[in-house]
Every structure is written in structure tokens, then in C-alpha cells.
């Protein structure tokens, strides 16, 4: 497709990161140089080793976690079935009741309907308008026979911050034996993570969401906590998930997480005014927009969904990737199921609301020139659009 303009500005890093020049050549080189296998006795194997558990410090150093509690998985996807499979199979005599909310990612929700089949009961909490669940909602849901509670930290079509701490606290004073698995594919290096201080028992992460490179992921399994392996076979990582390990994947993960580790406050805080400016520049070139993310801290930075009444979003995304802007019109999981968005349709917004909706999301690169040339552009296709319908 030819573009009208030679300019690019990437706001779909929701959907996926463009991988750090850092990340990928540390992956060449072990692609390259150190490419034994990690399970071997001998120095090539030894080599790779040591480059594995650097990595895994690395991560650990961003979620504030031990690095003996991150074991590398394939993707974020692949963390969050393991979670609940795992917990399932190995606690479910103790009970078959979990809890998650109705804005998750569909591996999350995929699975539950898989575990409903198995015979476990699921309550799905609702959002408000806003698209946050309130923690009192989760919290009076849980039973004696609550096994597992699985929320999101960030939502990733509104970038709505859940009350994982809350609820964290509140599951645990009312159901002790209760697990609290968090995906945090959206949050990782984006919102505050301190893992060892927080009541959390699970935490899934995704390397391509932090500049890393795709088909790597982790998860976070505190110190005591019990799972079940999805696979089975040569008993890597300390013998809980099997397979010959991603070292090239997992150095590049490694090499991404130290790198937004570094002045993480000072950027969380720059690209927080940065979001707020584009929501003012939105509202202020197209008055009618409905912004459909919270505006305030209940926000996270990285993600602004917004609403054109009468400009289909498809249509939205099309003319300005001729403008050389790159955007999503939902999930990049569901995008292309035509469908209205399960997640905003929770939070209760209108079919002229739904219809239109798309998602602009950052990187710690985004700047706010790129930011007001966008609101620019979507002011001017809006206009272009509405004119072809009067």
C-alpha cells in the first residue's frame, strides 16, 4: 500500500513493541555465538546456562521479584493458561470456585470456559462505566471454596488499573488458602511492580510488550505456591515447564527489561502528561470524541481508547494509516472478528460508541509532537468522513 505520507508514527504498542536495537543483538549473539543448550553439561551448554539466569534476574529486578520465582514460558498467553490450569489441577480437592472479571483477556477467559467444562464455577465481575471492577465486588464474591481469583492490572483496550492491591489484601483476609494470579502483560514496565510486597501469589509477563522480541514470556509463582506443568517432558525450568528453553528469546527479554528498568518513575511520570495532553488535544479538536479509558490515575499511561460517533473504526485506522499513523481498533487478539468489543460492551457504552472505538497506544519512544500531529490527523479524517454522510 502506497502512503500518502513518507512520516510513520507507531501507536498500536499495545498489540506488540518494536524490539530494542540492545534486545536484538543480544539475541543474534546468542543465536549466533552462544548457541548451546542450556541443559547440556559441557561449556556451550554452561555458557548459555549463565546467559539464562542473567536474564532471569533481569526480569525479576523489574517485577521486584526473586529470580528463582520467574520461570520463562513461550508467551503471555501461554503464562496465563498455565495459572489457572495449574492452580486447578493442583488444589482443585480443595474446592472448584474461581473468580475474574468480564474485561479479560480471552486466554483468560478461554480458559475459564474450559475449567467450566471440567466442572469448576466461574463468577465473571462486571466493571463500571469506567471499566474498572471494584475490589468490594471481587472480594464479597469469594467463598471457602474459592480456589483461584485471576484479574488483570491493566486493561489492554482502555488501560483501565485495576485494584490488584486490594483486592490482593481482601481475598487473602477473607480466604487465606485463596490464590491471586494477576496478568500483567499490560502493566509490566509500564505501572509500578514491586511483587515481593504485594499480595501476590501469581503474575503473567510477555517480552514483545516491553520491547522485547515475541515467543517469550514469564511467570511470576511466589515461594510456596504449588502448579501443576502444562507440559510434560525434560523437566526445564526447575522442573515445572518442559522444553528446550528460548535463550535468544529470553536474553533479548532479559536485555529489554533492564533497559526500561532504568529511571522507570521519571518516565512513568513524562509519559503520564504526554497521555493527558493527547486526551485535551482530542477533546478540544473533536468536541463530540467520547474518551472511553479513565482520564484520571485509574489510567494507565501507555493506552487511550476513544470514540468517533459516525466514523466507523475501520475506516478511522485506514485513512490514517495512509497518513503514515499506525493504530488499533481493538485487541489485536480480536480485531479481526468484527465484533464490538466484549470489553466495552461491559462497561455499557452505546452501538455508535462501539462502532467507532479504537485504541491508541505508547512506548516510552512516543513523543507529544507525535501525539498532537495525530489528534491533527484524526480531527481532519472525522471531518472528511461526517462530510460524505450529510
Not at 225 to 249: D, K, M
Amino acid at each position: 500500500m502506497v502512503m500518502k505520507t513518507e512520516k510513520m508514527i507507531y501507536l498500536d504498542n499495545s498489540a506488540t513493541t518494536q524490539v530494542y536495537p540492545e534486545a536484538a543483538a543480544a539475541a543474534t549473539e546468542a543465536f549466533q555465538s552462544v548457541y548451546g543448550n542450556p541443559s547440556s553439561l559441557h561449556g556451550m551448554g554452561i555458557q548459555a546456562e549463565k546467559l539464562v539466569t542473567a536474564a532471569r534476574q533481569q526480569v525479576a529486578m523489574l517485577v521486584g521479584a526473586r529470580k528463582e520465582e520467574i520461570f520463562f514460558t513461550g508467551c503471555g498467553t501461554e503464562s496465563n493458561n498455565w495459572a489457572l490450569k495449574g492452580i486447578a489441577d493442583a488444589y482443585g480437592a480443595k474446592g472448584r470456585h474461581m473468580i475474574t472479571t468480564a474485561i479479560e483477556h480471552p486466554s483468560i477467559l478461554e480458559t475459564t470456559k474450559y475449567l467450566q467444562q471440567k466442572g469448576w464455577e466461574v463468577d465473571f465481575i462486571a466493571p463500571d462505566e469506567h471499566g474498572v471492577v471494584a475490589a468490594s465486588a471481587i472480594i464479597e464474591k469469594v467463598r471457602p471454596d474459592t480456589v483461584l481469583v485471576s484479574m488483570m492490572a491493566v486493561n489492554n483496550e482502555t488501560g483501565a488499573i485495576q485494584p490488584m492491591e486490594a483486592v490482593g489484601k481482601g481475598v487473602k483476609e477473607k480466604n487465606p488458602q485463596t490464590f491471586f494470579h494477576v496478568d500483567g502483560v499490560q502493566a509490566v514496565g509500564k505501572i509500578p511492580l514491586a511483587l515481593n510486597h504485594l499480595p501476590i501469589d501469581l503474575l503473567s509477563g510477555s517480552g514483545h510488550k516491553i520491547h522485547g522480541p515475541k515467543g517469550i514470556g514469564f511467570l511470576y509463582v511466589a515461594k510456596g505456591v504449588r502448579l501443576i506443568p502444562l507440559l510434560a517432558g525434560g523437566g526445564q525450568e526447575q522442573g515445572w515447564r518442559s522444553g528446550t528453553e528460548n535463550v535468544p528469546g529470553i536474553v533479548a527479554m532479559g536485555v529489554a527489561a533492564e533497559k526500561i528498568a532504568g529511571d522507570l518513575q521519571e518516565k512513568q511520570g513524562r509519559m503520564a502528561a504526554i497521555r493527558q495532553g493527547f486526551i485535551e488535544e482530542l477533546l478540544a479538536k473533536v468536541p463530540d470524541c467520547v474518551i472511553n479509558s479513565p482520564f484520571d490515575d485509574k489510567g494507565a499511561w501507555p493506552i487511550v481508547n476513544a470514540s468517533f460517533p459516525g466514523v466507523p473504526s475501520e475506516v478511522l485506522l485506514h485513512y490514517l494509516e495512509d497518513e503514515g499513523i499506525y493504530i488499533s481498533a481493538g485487541s489485536a487478539c480480536s480485531a479481526r472478528k468484527k465484533q464490538y468489543s466484549p470489553v466495552l460492551m461491559a462497561q455499557g457504552l452505546q452501538d455508535d460508541v462501539l462502532a467507532s472505538a479504537v485504541r491508541f497506544s505508547f512506548s516510552y519512544e512516543t513523543t507529544a509532537e507525535e501525539l498532537a500531529y495525530t489528534a491533527e490527523k484524526v480531527s481532519q479524517v472525522v471531518q472528511e468522513v461526517r462530510s460524505f454522510r450529510i
